[in-house]
C-alpha cells in the first residue's frame, strides 16, 4: 500500500511543485485535482482499485506526509482517523514492526481549489509522440540546463522541435525532433520547463503518450499507467499571469 500511495503522490506534487490538493476516495478509487503555485498546470490524478475510506481530505503539506510515509516498511497500512463527523488524520502503521506515524489533516476549506476548465480549445493542432527516449532526453536536457525555465514547440516543414531555452539571440539549448501523430504550423510556444520535466519524471514508466498543443497557449498530456490516470494541462508561459 506505500508504494502504491507514495506513487500516486509522485504524479501530483511533481517534486515538490505542488504542495496542497484535497483528495477523494470512493471507497475503490482514489483521486485528487490540482494547480500549481503559479497557475502554469492544472491537472488530475486517479489511482484505481485501491481500497480506501469513502471520503473527502485536505493535504495540506505533501512533503511532510511524504517523509512520514517513507520512515515505514513496504507492508504498511493507511487508516483514516475521525473526530466526531470530521476525517482529522491519516494514521500510519508498519505491520511488520508496529512503528506509527500521523499525519494531522487540514481544513478543507484552505486548500487551493483547481478552477473548472473552461472555454478549451475546440481543436489541438498539433500532436506529438513522447516515448521513453524523449522522457530521459528532455529530463536530461533541463537538468543540463538548470537555468532554462522554459521550453518552446517549433514547426516548420512538418516537421517538430522540442527546444529547452529556445531564444530568438544564440543561448545555450537543447533541440529534441519528435514524432509528429497531427501536423499544422503553429507559431512559436512556450511552456513552463521545470514543470514539465517534473511532469515527466513522475512518469518516467510510460511507453507511450501524447502531447497536444494549440495555438490557443495550452497544451496537454494524459497517461495511463497501470492503475493510474494522470492528466496535465500546461499555459503558455505568455498567457500565465
Known sequence: MKSKL??????????????????????????TRFISGDKSVVGSVDLDDFKFEPSEIGVYNTAQLVSLLSILGEDSEVNLSKMGDKFVSLEMT??????????????????????ALKNLPSEFELEVKVDPYFISTFVNGKGALPEAE??????????????????????????????????????PISFNA????????????????????????????????????????????????
Request: aromatic letters at 8%; glycine letters at 4%; charged letters at 20%.
Open 194 to 241: 521545470n514543470m514539465f520535466a517534473s511532469i515527466l519524471k513522475a512518469n518516467s514508466d510510460c511507453q507511450s503518450a501524447t502531447l497536444s498543443v494549440s495555438s490557443q497557449g495550452l497544451s496537454k498530456i494524459n497517461f495511463n499507467i497501470d492503475k493510474y490516470k494522470s492528466e496535465y494541462y500546461l499555459v503558455s508561459t505568455q498567457a500565465v499571469k
Open 6 to 31: 507514495l506513487k500516486f503522490i509522485e504524479k501530483y506534487h511533481l517534486g515538490g511543485e505542488i504542495k496542497s490538493t484535497k483528495w477523494s476516495s470512493d471507497g475503490s478509487t482514489l483521486s
Open 94 to 115: 508498519d505491520s511488520n514492526r508496529g512503528t506509527t506515524t500521523k499525519y494531522m489533516l487540514s481544513d478543507l476549506s484552505i486548500i487551493p481549489s483547481p478552477p
Open 150 to 187: 522554459t521550453f518552446t514547440i517549433l514547426t516548420s516543414d512538418d516537421k517538430v522541435n522540442v527546444v529547452i531555452n529556445y531564444s530568438s539571440m544564440a543561448s545555450n539549448r537543447v533541440t529534441i525532433p519528435v514524432e509528429v501523430e497531427t501536423y499544422k504550423d503553429i507559431e
